[in-house]
């Protein structure tokens, strides 16, 4: 599958790229992902793994640590991501997601997520984040009526 970009309008941007799950056997190790980025949640990216049409485990990484982890070694317990340190015409990322006693690792290509994240960095700039947060619509839902 060729990388896409959708874009759904202003507040999202989405990649829906293939990855590889290095554990499992050939004919199951290719996965769709959609990385996704809102506006309304700045600093986070989900990670939407497609096992099949209508069934998908979501994970939410810091936008931040998938950035560092395009150039080395980031995160740590459940998510870590690197680099692969080939000098290939393909470069990988991988992405390793882990809970207790079950670990996964996937591979995808690296410069199209990267060049993905850095649209999002366009549209939100580091630092920036902040301003995009509704404050006031958090507070709401964290704190009990008064």
């Not at 497609?50 to 950035?67: A, K, M």
């Not at 882990?98 to 649209?119: D, K, M, S, V, Y």
Request: aromatic residues 8%; negative net charge.
């Amino acid at each position: 599958m060729d990388q896409q970009w959708l874009q759904h309008h202003r507040e999202q941007l989405t990649l829906l790229t293939t990855l590889h799950n290095l554990a499992a056997p050939p004919e199951s190790a290719t996965v769709v992902c959609r990385f996704g980025y809102d506006m309304d949640n700045p600093y986070s990216i989900r990670l939407s793994l497609v096992n099949s049409p209508g069934d998908h485990v979501t994970w939410v990484v810091g936008r931040d640590l998938l950035l560092a982890g395009t150039e080395e070694l980031s995160g740590e317990g459940d998510v870590k991501i690197w680099p692969s340190r080939q000098q290939t015409e393909t470069p990988s990322l991988y992405l390793r997601l882990g809970r207790p006693h079950r670990t996964a690792t996937f591979a995808g290509e690296l410069h199209p997520i990267r060049q993905w994240l850095e649209t999002t960095y366009t549209v939100v700039p580091a630092g920036s984040e902040n301003f995009q947060m509704d404050w006031d619509t958090l507070t709401a839902r964290l704190l009990p009526p008064a």
